[in-house]
């Protein structure tokens, strides 16, 4: 998008030569003529069976002009700005935010853009298994962290509960470990931020290669109790830290050691007593954090059941998040009477219970990924309760004043799951239920895409110019983006799917 002066318009550039307005009607007319009969030679020898059709003329003059550009206007203060009239005025249907739930996070991201070495913006992502593997996570993060800042890789857990657990940029090793989620014990417990508890006695350790960005720090999380054990942190090799967890009360820790420059390996080992450790945050300087905190088979139960009050309310306030996603459903969806008759008051109740630890924090609740089941040989359908359980996540947001991002509507809403499961390359795996990495990418570059949008709108909102280089930058950004992270991803089936999700957000 290109702005011009008057006098950008009537400026000749040197050495042009000056052209008659009856010079230029007859350059025009032959270029006509020769589009005209290249048209012609192209639709008579390019295809026989049909020989030449004189809707071709007809085509040829039936041009389509381009659509206004968004009117800009000056402002001294901040540059041209686009204009409320412009096309991102209408409200997504896809990010819905009626009670405004999202300002003080997209308030906090405009810091961070004016004053980039400002400080950190986090985000606490709380999901089931597909973020247990950091796959829409981990490209929301990169997509994110290009724009506003790597401030590092975020929390980790300490070893992997399961084999397929996993964080982008961080390879996770350890043994030793006795291993307890909310999910396996479905009750109240001492879990930590990611839902996970590690005890271990001496010989227990863990090891974290940093395959990515390098990071300047890490806080260890743990309980510090009476009779508490010690472990001692080791970068390359190298002893950093010993950290004693003896206490005289109970409670979670935190200790923040410093990594010297090009740590590639920190390992953790427990040197004496019994210990007990949820997870290691990485961070790297100012910019967004974006935690990936993800259980295997997790449910809404998980925030609405098995965090201690107490302790999270701890774990919340030492994260301090500027916006929690809500990120469940896919697990409920196989539980058609819980759905149809509990499963709304259990997300009232999650929500409420991170509304009082949590005061102030935007909440997003995003919905699950379509998933699919098998009727007969080769048929794959939605399952019924998939729609049922984003109508109802839909409704408990607007009740609870919280935004609300449709995954499922913007993959393509019925049917997308038989879609993506015979798109080549495959963007769901044979469960139809986890994406492939290339579907996992295109999911998250449907969220930046909405989350970006209405960032803008808040612009908007807030009076806040657009320059015209930063138009052009962030129209390119997100083109580039899009394209390098999930493009390929949607060569065959999934395109109908994306053009689906432009409908849908502007319906």
């Keep these: 998008m290109a702005i011009f002066s008057e006098q950008d318009k009537n400026t000749k550039p040197e050495g042009a030569e000056a052209t008659s307005p009856r010079r230029a009607r007859l350059k025009t007319a032959q270029a006509l003529v020769v589009l005209v009969a290249a048209l012609l030679a192209w639709h008579e020898w390019g295809n026989q069976a049909q020989g030449m059709d004189s809707s071709i003329l007809t085509a040829t003059f039936n041009l389509h002009l381009p659509a206004p550009p968004v ?39 405009w810091n961070l853009e004016q004053s980039p070495k400002s400080g950190v913006v986090t985000v606490l992502h709380y999901g089931d298994s597909p973020t247990t593997a950091d796959l829409i996570t981990g490209d929301v993060r990169a997509t994110l962290q290009d724009r506003f800042g790597d401030a590092g890789r975020g929390y980790t857990l300490i070893a992997k509960p399961w084999p397929w657990y996993g964080h982008r940029g961080v390879e996770v090793g350890g043994h030793g470990w006795r291993i307890k989620t909310g999910v396996g014990l479905m009750r109240e417990g001492v879990y930590g931020l990611g839902g996970a508890s590690f005890e271990g006695e001496a010989g ?86 974006y935690d990936s905190l993800g259980l295997n088979g997790a449910t809404t139960s998980v925030l609405a059941r098995t965090q201690p009050p107490v302790l999270w309310k701890d774990e919340l306030a030492h994260a301090h998040p500027q916006l929690i996603i809500v ?17 709304a008051d259990e997300l009232r109740l999650a929500i409420e219970r991170i509304r009082k ?10 919905s699950p990924m379509d998933r699919g089941e098998r009727r007969g040989l080769d048929e794959i359908k939605t399952m019924p309760t998939i729609p049922e359980i984003v109508e109802i996540q839909r409704k408990v947001a607007a009740e609870t004043h919280c935004a609300f991002f449709d995954t499922y509507d913007a993959m393509g809403g019925d049917g997308t799951i038989a879609r993506w499961y015979a798109a080549n390359p495959r963007l769901v795996t044979a469960d139809l239920l986890h994406p ?72």
């Design 71 to 109: 009117e800009i206007k000056t402002s001294k203060s901040a540059g041209p700005t686009i204009s409320v009239g412009g096309s991102l005025s209408a409200e997504s249907k896809l990010l819905v935010d009626s009670a405004k739930e999202m300002d003080s996070f997209y308030a906090a991201l």
């Design 204 to 289: 227990a350790s863990s090891t974290y290669r940093l395959t990515e960005s390098q990071q300047s720090s890490a806080d260890f999380e743990y309980l510090s109790k009476p009779n508490g054990g010690s472990f001692t942190v080791s970068a390359d090799g190298v002893e950093v830290q010993s950290v004693q967890t003896a206490a005289d009360e109970t409670k979670v820790a935190s200790t923040r050691i410093e990594l010297p420059a090009g740590t590639k390996a920190v390992e953790l080992h427990v040197s004496s007593g019994t210990v007990q450790l949820f997870g290691v945050d990485f961070h790297r300087g100012p910019g967004l954090i």
């Design 327 to 343: 990120n469940y459903g896919s697990n409920e969806s196989s539980f058609g009477s819980f759905v149809h008759k509990l499963y």
């Design 357 to 366: 630890l949590a005061p102030g924090v935007p909440i997003l609740i995003m």
């Design 436 to 507: 492939t990495p290339q579907g996992a990418a295109t999911v998250a570059g449907f969220f930046v895409d909405e989350l970006s949008l209405g960032y803008d709108r808040w612009k908007m909102r807030h009076g806040i110019g657009f320059s015209a280089a930063a138009i052009v930058a962030q129209k390119l950004g997100r083109f580039s983006c899009a394209h390098a992270r999930h493009g390929r991803a949607l060569k065959e089936h999934p395109q109908p799917a994306k053009r689906e999700h432009k409908a849908r957000r502007n319906q």
